[in-house]
């Protein structure tokens, strides 16, 4: 047995995965180069030599769950991790002129997969399960509580940073009679919204939210956060501040980590999100400090480990439709996306926050909705 081999058993007995096993989170190994590669390459290696077809798992989900819990993210890096950090640390990967690069790479590659994939919504963001039985109906119940958080009435006038495809502008107009103005850095969502548009109470921009300077009632911000940078978090703050009126509310939804980060996990800023990183509520409070106050924090995080298991089913269902187009690499990048995140949530190593934040505090007290 090699030593590579030796060690990468060593490292996955002790999170009771097995190679070659017959449990479902046990990975087969289809080609022996797997064990150095994993070692040397870590968080990159694994989900690269899983789009190559080295390895297969029957459960993803669980196996990285055992991962975590075994903290064997932590253990073994390998050397794209090290370059990542070097590369965040001396640039900013997320400025203006590289905002929309994102865009470009992830939420245009298509709205065919999309639609096939997201509810009836188009809502690319957790759901709130606390008690909906089906995704349609999660998405919803998330929309509401956050039109209710905001406190709105017809007539007011409310942004949304990271729009995506219009699920909460299109919600908070017809349910709530606000009028809402979106911005993206996806054009593909820009175009989705224009030809779905009802009525003249949602406009949606292709923007970064540095160019805003408008003020509005209430601002919302859904997935987008995440995006920021750590070297953009105060300025990101400072643009809310500015556009927010003085009784106003901003609601921030955003998945957020457990410690506080200055790169993202490797494989995913190759191949999914591009210079993209979860902030930690550290960070996050440093960013808001003497520009908010913070009304009510609620995790749902958990709930993201039922919402992307819905969309890998969702996923798999269509994928028939979809081959032809995307092909089979494709497949398992995007089978692991899905599967390795809800992994990632499930062992809890993920939050969900839904933060209300006042420029000067609510006058008595913020009456938190559940």
Known sequence: MSFFKQKVEELLNSAGISINGSKPWDIQVNNSKLYRRLLLQGALGLGESYMDGWWDCQRID?????????????????????INLMVASTMNLQSKTRAFIVGQKHYD?????????????????????????????????????????LKLRPGMKVLDIGCGWGGFAFYAA?????????????????????????????TVDLKDYRSLHEEYDAIISIGMFEHVGYK?????????????????????????????????????????????????????SKASEGLFVWE??????AYYDKTL?????????????????????????????????????????????QIVLAKGGVDGVYQAER
């Open 62 to 82: 669980m196996m990285v769950d055992r991962l975590i819990r075994a903290n064997l993210h932590e253990r073994v890096k390998g050397v794209s991790a090290f």
């Open 109 to 149: 590659i298509g709205n065919d997969l999309y639609g096939a994939m997201l509810d009836e919504g188009m809502n690319y963001s957790c759901a709130y399960w606390q008690r909906a039985q089906d995704l349609n109906q999660a998405q919803v119940d998330k929309l509401d509580l956050c039109c209710r958080k």
């Open 174 to 202: 017809a349910n709530y009679g606000a009028s809402v103005h979106g911005i993206t850095i996806s054009q593909e969502q820009v175009d989705y919204c224009n030809e779905h548009q009802i009525g003249n109470n949602v």
């Open 232 to 284: 953009n978090y105060r300025q990101y703050m400072e643009v809310v501040h500015r556009c927010l009126k003085p009784d106003g509310l901003f609601l921030l939804h955003s998945i957020g980590g457990n410690k506080s980060v200055h790169s993202g996990d490797p494989w995913t800023e190759k191949y999914i999100f591009t210079n993209s990183m979860l902030p930690s509520i550290k960070q996050t």
């Open 296 to 301: 009510d924090v609620q995790n749902f995080g």
């Open 309 to 353: 298991m819905a969309w890998y089913d969702n996923f798999r269902k269509a994928w028939p439709a979809l081959e032809n187009k995307y092909g089979y690499r494709f497949y398992r990048m995007w089978a692991y996306y899905l599967l390795s995140c809800a992994g990632s949530f499930r062992s809890r190593k993920n939050q969900l926050w």
